[in-house]
C-alpha cells in the first residue's frame, strides 16, 4: 500500500542528490550570465568586429602568487585606458623563484564581476599551464579587447591574476579541467577517476554555456 | 487611560533603554554611505518597534482582560477573509516603504565610478597586507597587542586586539577602491566606521570602496572565521588629510629605498647575538607564535613543536628553506616574501638557542643572501 | 538468522500485538512502536541539548571576560561548531522527530507510522552519528573547528583529518533525518482515519508534512556539499578550489540552498506546536485555519529562494543583492500573518495560563523579536554591517532558542501527561519557565547590542569595550544552562509518577490525541476512529 509513495519519495531523494551536483555546471551558466564572481572564459576570444572610439575605460593589471608558489608575475604597465574594441597587447614578465622546474596556473579574475564576461581575451598565459624551469624568466603577452557592450556605468575595471604552483598537482587532470577542448577524452583509471569526472563535468558546462 | 498609561510607561522604557544603549548601536561612521546605512537601520528599527508594540499591546489587552479567571467568556468567531487580507496587504506596503531607501543605498554603495586610490588588501593566516597599487608600495599589518596582554600578564590596553603594527594610510575625501583577495582561507575585511565589509576569497578579486570625511584612525577586525587567530585580526585605518597623505606616500618609498640599501649594508656586518635574539624574538611573536605557539610547543596535530625539534636543531641550510619558501600543503607560509633578511636571520638564531634548544648557533643576514645565491648558482 | 530464531522473532512481535511491549533494553533496540520511537528520539535530543548547551558554557565561559582563560582559540572554535551542530541536527531536529513519531499517528487516527521498521533504523543509526562526531574532539588535531557551516577551503585544505569523520557523521545524520521525514509523509498521506480530510488535518500534522518534504528536498543537497568537501580534501576534485577551476563561493551557495530551508525546518513544527496550544488554552478556535495552512506552504516555497541572504558580503553584483533582499523580505509577510492569527486566537478568548501556554506566549513574543531582527538583516546595506557579528547571533538564538526550543518545551509540557499518564508538578515547571525566560533574555538580548557595536562572532577573545556586556550575557548563559536542569527534573519526576492525569488533560483541548486514556496505551487506534 505505501510502495508506489514510498518510490516516488525515494526517487526524489535519489534526484535532490544528484541536483546538488547539478549545481556545480549551473553554478558556472549563472555566472556567466550574471557575473557573479568573476570568473573569466579560459579560452581565446574572437576579435571584434565593433569599436566604439567615444569611449575611455580604464584597465589595470594586478597579480597575486598563492601560498607558496615560488613565482613572480608582473605587468609591465599597471594601468592602460582603452577604448572598448580596441585590440589591446600588454606584456608580462614572470620568473620562477625556485631552485627547480615548477608548473604555473594562472586563475584569472575580473572585478567588478560584471564587467568579467564583457572582457575578451585572445591570448593569454592563463590559457595554458606554464612550464618553468629554475629561476627561468619568461614573457608573456596578453591581447585583449573590452566589449563595446560594456555597461556605461563601469569606467574602470581590474584583471586580477592568482598564481598557483599546480607542479605536485596532477598536472595532466589539471590541464583537462582548465582547458577541455584540447582533451576530448580522459583516462577514467585509478586514481585519476574522481578527477576526470570533474573534468567531464565541466566539459559539459563550458558546452552548455557556449551551445 | 489605562492603556494611554501603559503605552506612556512603555515608550519611556524604550527610550531610557535606547539612549542607555547610544553607545551601542551601530556607528554612524564617517562616509556618506555609513551615515545612509545608519539612518537605514534606524528606520527600520523603528518600524519594527511600532509593529512590535500595536501587536503586542493588542496580546497583551487580551490576556489581561479575555482571562478566564475573570470570567472570560470564548467567542465563536474563528475566520475572516477581509481582515486575512488586511493583515496581509499593510506588512506588504510597509515592507515596499522600507526597500525604497534600502535599493538606494544599495545602488548608492555599488557605485563604480573611477577611484582615485586603489588598494590591493590581502588577507592571510592571520594578518592583512596592503599594496598601493601604481605606487610600488606594500607592507603586511599585524595584531601588536603583546601576548602577556592576552594571556592576562599585563594589563590589557585602550586598544586591546584592536593594534597593528602598521596601520594601513588613506586620504581624507578621495574615493579609495578596495581590492580584496585571499592567500589561504576566506577573510573579511570590515571596518565599522566606512561599512565596508567584503569577503577576501581565494583565486578572485572583490570590490568595495569608501571615501571618509573625516580624518583620524578607524578600527575594525577580521569579520569571516579563518581558523585559529580569527580573533586576532584586526584593521587599522589612518585617514590623513591629503597632504599629509602625499608626505606618508613620498616617505613610505623612501624607507622602501633605504631599507633596501641597509639591507645590502647588513650583509658586509657581523650583528651581536643578542641584536638578533632581540629582532628574533620580535618576529617570532609576531609571525610565528599564533601557531607554534610563544612556548614553542606547537599545538599537537596540528602545529608542530620547535623545542627540540630536528629541523630547528638540524641541518641549517634546512631550517633557512623552510622559512623562505614555507612548506607546500600546509600553514607554514612563505617568510622570503614577508620578512627581510636580518629579521630570518633573527628569527633562526632565536628558535636555535630558546626553550631549551642550545645550538648555540648566531646567523648572520649573510648567510640567508648565501642561500638564496646558493639557490641561484643550482639554477644554473 | 536461522529459523528458529526468525520464529522467535515473528512471536515477538506476535506478542507485541497483544501483550504490550517486550522488557528490557530489547525492547528499546528492536521496537518498531511509534511512541517507544518517539520516547527514544524526545530523550536522545534532551541529552543532545545537555551536552551541546555544555558547550555553550565552554564557550560563555572563555568569554566572560576578555582575554584568554580557559581554553585556547582552536579548542573554541571546535566548541562553537560542534555547539552548532549538536543543537541543529542533535537537538532540535530529533525533537521534532521525536514529536512527530508520538503524535502524529494519534493526531490522524492511525494505529502505527507507516513504515515502522524504518522507523527503528532511522532513530538507531542516530547516535552513532553523533558519537563519531563527538569522538573526533579527542583525535589528534582535534575536531571539527571550522564552524557548523563549514566553509570550504578553511574545511578542505586548512582542516586535519576530522573532516573525514564530520563528513561521514554529517551523512548519518541525513539518511536518519530522510528516513524520518519518508516516514512522516507516506504516514500523514496514507493512514489518516476516515473523514479525516486535508483542511480537517491538525495544524502540527500539516506543518510536520510540509516540513518533511522540505527534509527530503535539502538534506540531500548537503549530503552533495559533504561529499564535494570530501573528494576535494582527499581525491583531487577542485569543485571548491579555483587553481582547478572551482569556487569556494560556490560552496556557499550549495550550502545555503541547504542551509535556509534547514532554518524552516526547525522553525515549521514549531509553529505547527503554537498553533495547537494556543487555542487549548483559549478555549476558542483556531483562528484563520487556512490561512495558516497556505502561509506555511508559502514560507516554505519562499524558503527555497533567499539562500543567497547569507551571503552578501561575499560580493554579489547589484541585481543578485537586490532581488535576495526583496525575496527576503517577503517572507516577513506570511510569518506575519500566522502572529495576527495567533493573537486573534486569543482575542476575546477564555485564557488560562499553564505552563505549555506560557511558553507559547513567551514563543509569540520572543520568536516575532527575532523576526524583526531578521526583517533588519534582509535589508542587504544594514547586512554589510550586522553581517557575521554577534547581532546574527542574537537573531538566531532568538528564532532558535525562544523560538523552536520553546516550542519544544511548550509541546514537552502539553503531551508529558499523556505520554506518562501523570501531571508534571506545576510549581516546577512553573519556575522552569520563569527563570527559563528571565535568563535567556540577559543572555541573548544584549547580543544585539555588542554586535551592533562591532563585535564580530566565533572570536575567543575581544576588545575592551564589550567587556561589560560579555559578563552579563555570560551570567545570563549560566543561569539558562541551569535552569534547564529544573526541566530534566520535571521531566524524569514526570514519568516516575504523581497525580493521575485523565484522558483529556486540558478541558480546552481537542483532537484525537485526547480521546486515548492517559497514558497513551502502547497501541492506539487499531480500529481507526470515524472523523465527522
Redesign the interface.
Known sequence: ??TP??RK??L??????A???A??PL?DVF?DI??????VE?TAAEASEEQDLARLV?V?F?T?????A?FKVKAAT??VTVTPGTLTEVNFTAEN???EARIM?A?P??????AAKYLHKLACFCFDQQSM???QKMSFTLRFYVDTELPN????L?L?Y?L???T???AA??DA??NPAKHSRHSAAG??Y??S??AAV?QQIRGISHG | MKIAKLITIAMCLLVSMFTFASDYNMRVGVTDISNQVYQLHMTIFWICCVIGLIVFSVMFWALIHHRRSKGAEPAQFHESTKVEILWTAIPFLILVAMAVPATKTLIAME?????DL?I?V?GSQWKWHY?Y??HDVDFYSLMSTPRAQIDNMQSKTENYLLEVDKPLVIPTGKKV?F?L?S??VIHSWWVPDFAVKKDA???????AWTNVNEPGTYRGQCAELCGKDHGFMPVVVEVKPEAEFQEWLANEKAQRALAAQQEAALLDQTLSKEELMATGERVYMAYCAACHQPTGLGLQGVFPALKGSAMVTGDLKAHIEIIM?????TA???F??QLSLKEVAGVITYKRNSWGNDTGEVIQPSQIQAYLDG??E??? | MTSSTQQAALDQEHDHGHHGPATGIKRWLFTTNHKDIGSLYLLFSLLMFLIGGGMAMVIRAELFQPGLQLVDPHFFNQMTTVHGLIMVFGAVMPAFTGLANWMVPMMIGAPDM??PRMNNWSFWILPFAFLILLASLFMEGGGPAFGWTFYAPLSTTYSNDNTALFVFAVHIMGVSS?MGA?NV??TI??MRAPGMTWMKLPLFVWTWLITAFLL??????????V??VL?DKY?????FD????G?P??FQ??FW?FGHPEVYIMILPAFGVISTIVPTFSRKKLFGYASMVYATSSIALLSFIVWAHHMFTT??????ELFFMYATMLISVPTGVKVFNWVATMWRGSISFEVPMLFAIAFIVLFTLGGFSGLMLAITPADFQYHDTYFVVAHFHYVLVTGAVFSIMAAAYYWLPKWTGYMYSETLAKWHFWLSLISVNILFFPMHFVGLAGMPRRIPDYALQFADFNALISIGGFAFGLSQLLFVAVVFKCIAGGQRAPAKVWDGAEGLEWEVASPAPYHTFSTPPEVK
Open positions: 500500500m505505501h509513495l514510498l519519495l525515494v526524489l531523494v535519489l534526484g535532490m542528490f541536483f546538488a551536483f549545481l556545480v553554478y555566472c550574471t557575473g557573479l564572481n568573476g570568473k579560459l580604464d589595470s594586478t597575486h602568487t598563492q601560498g607558496q615560488p599597471y594601468q623563484l625556485s631552485g596556473q586563475i579574475s575580473v572585478s567588478p564581476g560584471m624551469q629554475a629561476r556605468d563601469i569606467a574602470e581590474t586580477a592568482t598557483y604552483d599546480i605536485d598537482r596532477n587532470a589539471y579541467l582548465l586514481k585519476d574522481a578527477q569526472i570533474q565541466y | 557605485d563604480t565610478d573611477k577611484a586603489t590591493k590581502t599594496e597599487l601604481g577602491r581590492l583577495t592567500d589561504d576569497n581565494p583565486g578572485f578579486i572583490n570590490e619558501d614555507g612548506r607546500p600543503g607554514m607560509q612563505a622570503a616574501k639557490k641561484q643550482e639554477a644554473k | 507507516a513504515l530522510i519518508i509523509i507516506v498521506v496514507n527530503i528536498a535539502v538534506m540531500p543537497v548537503l549530503a552533495g556539499a561529499t564535494m573528494t581525491f583531487g576534485t577542485s569543485f579555483a587553481a582547478g577551476g569556487d563561493v560556490m551557495h550549495i540552498f560580493g554579489m553584483p547589484l541585481a543578485g
